[in-house]
């Protein structure tokens, strides 16, 4: 089992940045993919951005340039830094881990919800 803990969210104005981080702990994988999805109303949730743990990326096309991601494997630790935020990246963010290198994996986060005001 793996757990996954959240934090960084929070209400923010358009143009402004947050950081998300996520923590795991548990049954890791040295080899590993952590990512980052959202889900607003209405909407299935989406891939964010997603890395390895040898530091392969993976994007959504629509927020590369603005969001990026990082982690810090010591720590079992994953970021995602959002920069130039709009309203409508306003949603519950969510971190992913999986074993291996598939983008998705099978554990998630509790989520965190984001918030952009106009």
């Known amino acids: 089992q793996v757990q996954l803990v959240e934090s960084g969210g929070g209400l923010v104005q358009a143009g402004g940045s947050l950081r998300l981080s996520c923590a795991a702990s548990g049954s890791i994988f040295s080899i590993n993919v952590m990512g980052w999805y959202r889900r607003t109303p209405g909407k299935q949730r989406e891939l964010v951005a997603a890395i390895t743990s040898g530091g392969s990326t993976n994007y959504a096309d629509s927020l590369k340039g603005r969001f990026t991601i990082s982690r810090d494997n010591a720590k079992n630790t994953v970021y995602l830094q959002m920069n130039s935020l709009k309203p409508e990246d306003t949603a519950v963010y969510y971190c992913?881990?999986?074993?291996?290198?598939?983008?998705?994996?099978?554990?998630w986060g509790q989520g965190t919800q984001v918030t952009v005001s106009s």
């Open positions: 992913n881990w999986g074993a291996g290198s598939s983008w998705l994996g099978a554990y």
